[in-house]
């Protein structure tokens, strides 16, 4: 069986509300296994870089604020 990776991101708004252990307990739950966790504030340059794909659509400045 092939092993498969997915990148998974809680934004600030779900650390604010405190659902970090929650998201992490749902993930373990379906039998999903951690391998590395990060937590880390993006700057803008890496916001770009994550967001590229969303450059120059209406909503793309308030996201980047976000």
């Known amino acids: 069986m092939a092993v498969e990776n997915t990148f998974i991101m809680i934004k600030p708004d779900g650390v604010e509300r405190r659902l970090v252990g ?37 909503f793309f400045p308030e996201l980047l604020q976000f």
């Open 22 to 58: 929650e998201v992490i307990a749902r993930l373990e739950h379906k039998g999903l296994t951690l391998e590395k966790v990060r937590m880390l504030e993006i700057d803008e340059a890496l916001a770009r870089r994550h967001y590229e794909e969303h450059v120059g659509k209406p």
